[in-house]
């Protein structure tokens, strides 16, 4: 088990109070907190190895330039890829634009399809809905399941011949629906289609082995999982880089220039341009080293148990209205409701009068609320330093909440 108290030790934000209450914070799916480690790590780098990468020959470019290939290495060892596959980029968000405004427009024809779920965050859904505007291609939305989860039936019967790439999410910002990623790309490789997954929710709470699992891409973000704000990682399959070329062009990602004309590099280089947030790389490779102290399994298994409380504690309440499966099996530590005859926004204020932090409205899922045909929820999410008294925090602000606008 997890000791939650030793753990929230290592968290300078747990110090504070908010509104005079000691701050309980749910809102992990938005962005996380972050350790002393990582704040440490950064802070460390710049006091004492600032200096440009790549580019010097100086002691400290040299430090700078080792630290942000050691990280790279530390990233790519937690989703098992090689130090070659791994591309620093700023969020999720950026990794799948990445992916789209480069592998996607040199192989999405006119007529070809892309195949995502309605269970997209945005961030997986407005960049393709672009890239098939301007390429005549066609975007293809497989449908969920009363519970929540991904209808394997609808998602067959979209993909074809014609998909020419998947694009799904590890686990639902919203339901916190756990999609058989494995799955996908099995049957996503029988028509030839590759596999992007979007691991926001996915990397840091569930864990994955992107050799086992097979995908071509996988993209997330360093501040969701105890990273620096601004940090995050792209896998690219060495055969799919193969086929790219590069995203964002200038200083950092050539081989050679001429006056003419360019040769770009090789590996994850063709697709940094530009100086990279070192510091925001460092940190996130100690916010990688920090999950692996505690374990993946034991996270995962830590992050279940709060969950399957605090169903159990909402399920308890009257005139609620609970999103997502019931089974913390093919769930994570995410938990969406609403409260019948409250707006998700007067629940989350009052919760932020006790110092609880959720979050209310559509949580960048807009298609997903329009499936379940509400306009709104409120989001409570959790992480490794959160327990049972948090979830407790959460009802009594709920009960209050009840008491409030009835
Ligand atoms: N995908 C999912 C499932 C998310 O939950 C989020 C953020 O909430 C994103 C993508 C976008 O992440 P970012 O804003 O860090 O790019």
């Not at 209205?321 to 995410?334: A, E, L």
């Not at 709104?376 to 407790?392: E, M």
Request: hydrophobic content about 40%; overall charge positive.
């Amino acid at each position: 088990m997890l000791s939650v108290k030793a753990i929230r030790k290592d968290f300078p934000i747990f110090k504070r109070t908010i509104l005079g209450r000691p701050l309980v914070y749910l809102d992990n799916a938005a962005t996380s907190q972050r350790p002393k480690q990582v704040i440490a790590a950064v802070n460390d780098f710049y006091r004492r190895h600032n200096a440009n990468v790549h580019r010097g020959i100086h002691t400290l470019s040299e430090e700078a330039s080792n630290l942000y290939e050691e990280a790279r290495a530390t990233v790519a060892g937690f989703i098992n890829c090689g130090s070659d596959e791994l591309i620093f980029v700023r969020n999720t968000t950026e990794g799948i634009n990445l992916v789209v405004w480069t592998w996607g427009f040199d192989h999405v024809r006119s007529g070809d399809e892309i195949l995502v779920t309605v269970m997209e965050h945005h961030s997986n859904f407005v960049p393709w809905q672009q890239m098939a505007v301007r390429r005549g291609a066609v975007l293809r939305v497989a449908d969920i399941t009363e519970d929540g989860l991904l209808d394997m039936e609808d998602f067959k019967k979209k993909l074809s011949k014609k998909t020419k790439i998947v694009a799904v999410t590890h686990c639902s910002n919203v339901t916190g629906t756990i999609n058989p990623v494995s799955e996908i790309v099995r049957l996503a490789k029988r028509v030839g289609a590759v596999v992007l997954i979007d691991g926001a929710q996915g990397v840091q709470h569930i864990g994955i082995d992107v050799k086992v699992v097979g995908c071509d891409f996988l993209a997330f973000s360093g501040h969701k999982m105890l990273g620096p704000m601004g940090s995050g990682g792209l896998f690219i399959k060495r055969e799919r880089q193969e086929e790219m070329g590069p995203f964002l062009t200038g200083g950092g990602m050539i081989r050679e220039v001429y006056a003419t004309h360019f040769v770009w590099a090789e590996g994850p280089e063709k697709f940094e341009a530009g100086t990279p947030d070192v510091a925001g790389a460092v940190g996130l490779a100690e916010a990688v080293r920090y999950h692996t102290r505690l374990g993946m399994r034991y996270i995962r298994k830590h992050e279940s148990n709060i969950t399957a409380y605090a169903l159990e504690r909402l399920r308890d309440m009257k005139d609620m209205q609970i999103f997502g499966p019931s089974d913390v099996k093919v769930r994570g530590g995410v938990v969406s409701f609403t409260i019948k005859g409250i707006h998700p926004h007067d629940v989350a204020e009052v919760l932020n009068y006790r110092g609880v932090a959720v979050r209310s409205g559509t949580h960048c899922a807009m298609p997903l609320h329009d499936r379940f045909r509400v306009p709104a929820t409120t989001r409570a999410s959790f992480y490794l330093y959160n327990d049972k008294k948090d979830i407790d925090a959460l009802i009594s602000g709920l009960e209050q909440a009840k008491h409030i606008f009835r």
